[in-house]
């Protein structure tokens, strides 16, 4: 069991790039969510999916894409990075409905965009 | 008031001590409340439930206070491998998923 890996771990953007950063999961967990961590500012919600199909916004959602098409994947999409999106980013996974007060993070991607 | 608020920190301890983290929540609706460890440029995880009569896992103590929106966590005999930033965390209600976090409290316990 691999849990919840992302890729890639570490990118430098110019900005106006655009990328998608990578989550899977293979705990057949429904819920499925992006956060940014920055300093000084905690964890913050980006976009969150409750099943394949179904995206919603979370606290701070301008500048990123997502979608769901399989239970596996959540790919978090920058369209035109800009130097505020720096920040490292955590996909977490959950059981929606359940327990979905455990939430299993993944490793982070540290995002630079100059 | 923002709705999850930690002590800011930073904490340094000597081995052996008891140190309390306190976090306080805005939204009186909130169900569900969590203390997450966060080790440095590593991914969160969930140190323990807080539940309302209150609960303890070895040296850990986590304790809920409704009425004053307060929640708290408390370790005892502090180890080396305690160091880290401890993240208060809340469920708010009407939510099945969504969690808030408080920004941290990092602690380093010296030798």
């Known amino acids: 069991n691999a849990g919840v890996t992302q890729t890639p771990k570490f990118q430098v953007l110019k900005t106006g790039q655009s990328m998608t950063l990578q989550c899977a999961q293979d705990?057949?967990?429904?819920?499925m969510s992006w956060y940014r961590q920055d300093p000084g500012m905690g964890l913050r919600l980006i976009h969150y999916s409750v099943g394949a199909g179904i995206t919603d916004q979370g606290e701070v959602p301008n500048g990123y894409n997502v979608s769901r098409s399989t239970t596996e994947d959540f790919p978090l999409r920058l369209l035109s990075a800009a130097p505020s999106q720096t920040s490292v980013y955590f996909c977490?996974?959950?059981?929606?409905?359940?327990?979905?007060?455990?939430?299993?993070f993944g490793p982070g991607t540290r995002l630079t965009v100059l | 008031r923002k709705e999850v608020e930690q002590d800011p920190g930073p904490f340094n301890v000597p081995e052996g001590a008891t140190v309390a983290f306190n976090c306080t929540y805005s939204n009186s609706a909130s169900q569900s409340f969590f203390w997450y460890r966060q080790d440095c440029r590593k991914e969160p995880k969930l140190l323990m439930s807080?539940?309302?009569s209150g609960n303890e896992d070895g040296r850990f103590t986590a304790q809920l206070n409704r009425a004053s929106q307060y929640i708290s966590l408390l370790i005892r005999d502090s180890k080396l491998s305690d160091s880290a930033t401890y993240l208060c965390?809340?469920?708010?209600?009407?939510?099945?998923?969504?969690?808030?976090f408080g920004k941290g409290t990092l602690l380093t316990v010296n030798p």
């Open positions: 705990m057949n967990h429904e819920y």
């Open positions: 807080v539940y309302s």
């Open positions: 977490a996974t959950g059981l929606a409905g359940g327990n979905t007060d455990t939430q299993y």
């Open positions: 965390v809340v469920k708010s209600g009407g939510s099945n998923y969504k969690l808030t």
